[in-house]
């Protein structure tokens, strides 16, 4: 006998009944969730495996549709949400948007710091969408934020300000080297236009070549990226001097919290009068957002977890080749992301 062409079935009377309130309804059963064609145990058992593979590998290995992988994790999802109170005892939050289509179609999500859980996520970015989940998180619980980690995107910081007037916006400080990178690399734009302008080819050359050894931490370079940065100290001042101001800002935003607040004072006083016009306008960025950049400091809090979440939901629409619609990647999120995905039926 064909082992691999039996199929087993389950049948069991589900009565109709009336309801004063749904009307025709059917009945409650304990082995399925409420409109479903399948047992709770094949319900968990698909969205486990929709969690650590793409939907068509789920279909074709359950022998089901596309779409019945779909409909069967927002059921779960739904069901979990009923009974998991993801927005309970939040104190240390973080927000952020990712990109999940193309034509700048963005998700703003939210983390929960203390358990690193997708708690929330929506279509949008604005200070609009940030305004719904803390419509949804209620006055007394928006009270209980005490800090929250950001970009330095405005329509976050002044929703935050509004909604949540005991916590304190932290900047983090991957963003802030981030900053200096950008700068950095208008620096050797401008240098590249400008050899190329005077027709020096060579020089030109050198610099498009030595981004990635202009970019990269220097513990971590070759031999021969060692070798570039050696000959731009020899040859190009102005951008081996952009070059310095990156890693004087990394360095300083690495020390303990009273050695990096010292240092960075000193770090913005230098790229005020560095002559280079991109490190001269992040100082201004930086004593604009320097209560910020203080406060994630001081509390030690970075977007660590936030950009992590945002790192896997990416594979999760890169493993599934794109979403027809936001909602389709939110529930996945919550389902991989948010603490709702159930056990494998059987297992502890």
Not at 139 to 145: A, F, L, V, W
Not at 187 to 209: I, L, M, P
Request: glycine fraction near 6%; charged fraction near 25%.
């Amino acid at each position: 006998m064909d082992l691999g062409a039996t199929r087993s079935y389950v049948e069991a009377a589900a009565p109709r009944v009336a309801c004063p309130e749904h009307g025709a309804v059917v009945a409650f059963v304990p082995w399925a969730r409420h409109d479903a064609r399948s047992t709770r145990s094949f319900d968990d058992t698909a969205a486990w495996l929709a969690t650590h593979a793409a939907k068509s590998t789920v279909a074709e290995l359950l022998r089901v549709s596309w779409r019945t992988v779909g409909r069967i994790i927002t059921r779960v999802v739904e069901e979990a949400e009923q009974t998991d109170d993801r927005l309970d005892g939040l104190r240390r939050i973080g927000i952020d948007e990712i990109s999940h289509r193309k034509g700048h179609r963005y998700l703003t999500v939210v983390v929960d710091h203390d358990s690193g859980r997708l708690v929330w996520a929506a279509p949008g970015r604005d200070a609009a969408t940030v305004e719904r989940f803390f419509d949804l998180l209620g006055p007394d619980r928006c009270e209980q934020i005490r800090l929250v980690s950001a970009d330095a995107a405005g329509w976050i910081r002044r929703t935050v300000a509004a909604r949540c007037p005991r916590a304190t916006v932290c900047m983090d400080k991957f963003h802030v080297v981030q900053w200096a990178t950008d700068a950095l690399d208008q620096v050797r734009r401008e240098v590249w236009r400008a050899a190329r302008k005077q027709g020096q080819t060579a020089v030109a050359d050198e610099v498009k070549g030595a981004r990635f050894a202009l970019w990269k931490n220097p513990e971590d370079l070759t031999g021969r990226q060692h070798a570039k940065l050696a000959d731009i100290k020899q040859s190009n001042a102005p951008l081996y001097r952009a070059y310095l101001l990156k890693e004087q800002l990394r360095t300083a935003l690495g020390r303990p919290v009273h050695q990096a607040m010292n240092l960075l004072r000193c770090w913005v006083s230098w790229a005020r009068r560095c002559r280079l016009a991109p490190f001269v306008a992040l100082a201004r960025t930086i004593d604009a957002n320097w209560d910020q950049i203080a406060a994630a400091l001081t509390h030690g809090l970075s977007n660590a977890r936030i950009e992590s979440a945002n790192t896997r939901l990416r594979l999760i629409m890169r493993r599934g080749f794109g979403f027809h619609s936001p909602q389709a990647v939110i529930a996945l999120g919550m389902l991989s992301l948010g603490g709702l995905c159930p056990s494998l039926p059987g297992r502890a």
